[in-house]
């Protein structure tokens, strides 16, 4: 997201005739657009920070400017803590970037953290920076109206709001006309999109009168998949509490909606889910991996885990295990609980499994997951696939890597192949992490 955030940003800059470096020594303004999900992530940003002093030093005039979640969470403070910084910007103030530059530049600290209950940035056309011109991300949403109780996102990001659905189409049909091949549509809660023509207040839109005229992420999916047959559809977060068999339908129904669904569990225990409050319970989330599997057979699903939230037990932890085993993920992003200042958790729970324990099972919960999807990778061995190049392959120039609908990285002998290619490869190996074949012709 932040990714597709920063796109935003060289928009508005380049609009405003500012252009754009890799080179730091060729830079007057740098700018961290920054994560505060994990108190690692701020980590990383403070220790980055310190790489400016030096040009700071042989150039006064420099600027550093602080984007994102981070300078969301800490504003202000920010400027106080790291003296380097001069501006501060929300995930909502970047259309007032040109002016906060200007503002530093006639010597004053700036900052803007106003979150908004509007901005959707529907009209901006994201720069594709350090893109590979096949696949581009589509920010359909913005903010989080969920409030899990560990995540610091609602604070950071603001309300949910929906992105005008025609703004959303048109800029894939013109990333398609462009060469791209592949969008993914991002929100933190896809299934909970929901646009309607005269509010932006989801509480408005669910009365039913107005949900008649409302667009709803099935609806969206199947419109955008609709652009053309020859481009992917991907999309990222669904969550387990609002995703709805009719999304699953319409994937069912569009060969270009790619079957992979990113499904965050957290914890494989209810009382723990509970605590979340993610709004749903083991069993439901059993039950809408069933529905996945009997809809969509063959669906790759992937999930994030919490390990080490407040008072986990150890039984609780098993039942994660026993739940990963049962859903047999293709793959999982695993986290220790980080507490967040501010957060549901932080205020009511203690933060009390000690950092070797919730290092421990975080070790067990990737142990596992490495053996899932080394199994599920073998399963892929002898059939072929439909790949869609993205490029050169890190490990040899002769080989080229992209993915199958399920999401797996498939790696091949180059040939006369290129990136924006659909390739049958035949899969003939795999690694937990990769599957490796050659073209079929
Ligand atoms: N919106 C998505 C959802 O709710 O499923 C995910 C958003 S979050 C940016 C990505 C992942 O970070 C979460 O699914 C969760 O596993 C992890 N995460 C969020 N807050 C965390 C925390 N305080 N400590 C550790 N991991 C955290």
């Known amino acids: 997201m932040n990714f597709s955030d920063s796109g ?120 594709r920076i350090a893109s590979n011109g096949v696949t581009a991300f589509i920010s359909i949403m913005r903010g989080c109206d969920n409030m899990c109780s560990f995540c610091v996102v609602p604070f950071t990001r603001g309300r949910e709001r929906s992105r005008h659905p025609q703004s959303i189409l048109a800029e894939a049909a013109q990333l398609f006309d462009d060469g791209f091949r592949e969008i993914t549509l991002l929100g933190q809660n896809v299934d909970s999109y929901l646009w309607h023509p005269d509010t932006n207040t989801k509480r408005e839109i669910l009365k039913t009168e107005l949900k008649n005229d409302s667009v709803s992420f099935a609806r969206l999916l199947d419109m955008t998949a609709g652009i053309n047959p020859d481009l992917r559809i991907r999309f990222s977060t669904s969550n387990p509490r609002d995703m709805t068999d009719e999304v699953l339908y319409v994937m069912a129904k569009h060969d270009n909606i790619c079957k992979y669904i990113h499904l965050p569990v957290q914890s494989g225990n209810s009382e723990v889910l509970c605590r979340m409050n993610r709004g749903y319970t083991r069993e439901e989330y059993v039950h809408r991996i069933e529905s996945i599997r009997r809809i969509l057979p063959g669906c790759g699903i992937s999930t994030d885990i919490i390990s080490g939230f407040c008072s986990e037990t150890e039984v609780q932890h098993r039942e994660t295990l026993s739940l990963m085993e049962w859903a047999a993920f293709d793959f999982a992003y695993m986290f220790k609980y980080s507490e967040r200042p501010g957060t549901a958790a932080a205020k009511n729970f203690k933060d009390n499994i000690p950092d070797e324990v919730k290092s421990r099972r975080l070790q067990e919960i990737v142990d596992l997951q490495m053996q899932l999807s080394l199994r599920s990778n073998k399963k892929d061995v002898g059939k072929a696939h439909l790949v869609l190049v993205e490029g050169i392959s890190k490990k040899s120039d002769k080989n080229l890597f992209g993915r199958n609908t399920q999401n797996k990285v498939v790696v091949f002998a180059k040939e006369n192949f290129k990136p924006g290619d659909y390739v049958n490869v035949f899969v003939t190996d795999c690694t937990s992490a990769t599957l490796i074949g050659t073209s079929l012709i």
Do not use: W
Not at 66 to 85: F, H, I, N, T, Y
């Open 8 to 127: 935003i940003v060289a928009s508005v800059l380049t609009e405003k005739g500012f252009s754009f470096t890799d080179d730091i020594h060729q830079a007057d303004i740098v700018f961290l657009n920054t994560c505060a999900i994990r108190e690692n992530a701020e980590l990383k940003v403070r220790q980055r920070l310190q790489d400016f002093k030096k040009n700071k030093k042989q150039n006064p005039e420099f600027i550093v400017g602080v984007l994102g979640c981070m300078a969301e969470r800490l504003k202000s403070q920010l400027l106080d803590e790291e003296k380097l910084v001069d501006l501060v910007a929300g995930p909502d103030a970047y259309r007032d970037l040109p002016r906060l530059i200007e503002s530093v530049e006639g010597g004053q600290k700036s900052v803007n953290v106003q979150l908004s209950l509007e901005e959707t940035y529907a009209d901006i056309r994201p720069v």
